[in-house]
């Protein structure tokens, strides 16, 4: 499985840079992490998909 990285800090640092408190860049960044590592599929997930349809 690919493992896809996202920086929170780097997030959190250029959303306090255009005006997000702490807090919330830091839950924004907190639920951005979640949504990509529970809901983004890879290039690779889709290629699994793809040959197992074709089975």
């Known amino acids: 499985m690919t493992t896809i990285t996202f920086d929170t800090h780097v997030f959190v640092k250029k959303l306090k840079a255009v005006g997000f408190t702490e807090e919330q ?3 924004f960044a907190s639920e951005q992490a979640r949504l990509i590592e529970d809901q983004l599929a890879t290039k690779h997930d889709l290629l699994e998909l ?3 349809l074709l089975r």
Do not use: I, K, M, Q
């Open 25 to 27: 860049a830091e839950v």
């Open 50 to 52: 793809e040959t197992n």
